[in-house]
């Protein structure tokens, strides 16, 4: 317990002025950084089940579309920002598998070239993607508020859930896959991620305020006034996250139980690996992109 508070402490605030403040091309940047180590504990899981992986194939594809995204992070229009990315990533997502399995061809045992470029595939699919839509999500009118409100939402639901769950917890939400999740936590999560998600959008113009006097953020990062959605709407968002996040905190331990390990990796001391930390954002992310997309069409 120690060990996981203190490595919060330390880079809770590093995570926040990261989002905040640093340009769009040094957040793709360590967000690439990101994905290639979550990339790798993800191949390095599916050895577990008797796959190969093809690791430098996949970490050339994670680099070289992080870079092309890095190479595009100064576009100041959201609207063609966001329209080219997403013809990106579907197109990215769509030769993924093409890719991979012309490369597998080149293995002298053929049986393990459709698990490994399923598996390289995948990862890219399911780390890098989201990932990238967080940077991508920086570019657009209120984008570090955004990114800000997706990650209070996600850490009040999963402070929460660990709580409740572990001090009141009975009902067990699914054995097999997490013993120690229950439908208290998962309730408690839920409410604790509506509040704040709730908050923050009644008080946005007065904190986007705040943060720009503070030198935090520019002013096109803040949310002010007709930017702010309903509050229903708010509301309904943010449940629609955390129920997100709480999914992908389940599949992550669906593919670690299946790997047969606790943790993903040993990064971080106290939390595990940097999918054991991620893992909730990796389902959330694309929600909040999707509905910042359609916000930027309006």
């Known amino acids: ?30 967000t690439a950084a990101v994905a290639l180590l979550t990339v790798g504990e993800f191949l390095k899981l599916t050895e577990s089940y008797g796959v190969k992986p093809l690791r430098k194939p996949t970490y050339g594809f994670v680099i070289l579309f992080f870079l092309l995204l890095t190479l595009h992070a100064s576009q100041e229009k959201p609207l063609l920002s966001t329209d ?30 459709y698990p490994a470029a399923a598996a ?5 699919i399911y780390v890098a993607l989201p990932l990238a839509m967080l940077v991508q999500l920086r570019q657009q ?10 990650l209070l939402v996600v850490w009040a639901g999963d402070i929460l ?22 439908w208290e936590g998962a309730a408690a999560s839920l409410v604790a991620s509506m509040a704040v998600g709730g908050a923050m959008f009644y008080y946005s113009s007065s904190l986007s305020t705040r943060l720009v006097s ?27 996250l955390n129920i ?17 390990v606790k943790d ?22 694309p929600v909040l992109w999707v509905w910042a997309a359609w916000r930027v069409t309006q």
């Not at 389940?250 to 047969?260: C, D, N, T, Y």
């Open 120 to 124: 390289s595939a995948f990862s890219f």
């Open 1 to 30: 317990m120690i060990k996981r508070i203190a490595t919060a402490v330390v880079l809770i605030p590093i995570v926040l002025l990261l989002v905040l403040r640093a340009p769009v091309a040094v957040v793709a940047i360590i």
């Open 141 to 150: 009118w209120a984008g570090s508020f955004l990114i800000l409100y997706l």
């Open 161 to 182: 859930a660990y709580f409740v769950g572990k001090s009141v917890g009975r009902h067990l939400m699914a054995p097999r896959i997490s013993p120690k999740k229950t």
């Open 214 to 240: 503070w030198g935090l953020i520019e002013r096109r990062d803040g949310m002010f006034g007709l930017e702010r959605p309903g509050m229903a709407s708010a509301l309904v968002l943010t449940a629609v």
């Open 244 to 260: 997100a996040a709480q999914l992908g905190d389940l599949v992550e331990s669906l593919i670690k139980r299946g790997a047969g």
């Open 84 to 113: 080219i990315f997403g013809l990106a990533a579907a197109f990215a997502a769509t030769i993924a598998a093409f890719v991979f399995l012309t490369i597998a061809m080149r293995r002298a045992d053929l049986a393990t070239g």
């Open 264 to 285: 993903s990796g040993t990064i971080l001391p106290g939390h595990g690996g940097m999918l054991d930390r991620i893992d909730a954002l990796l389902f959330a992310a």
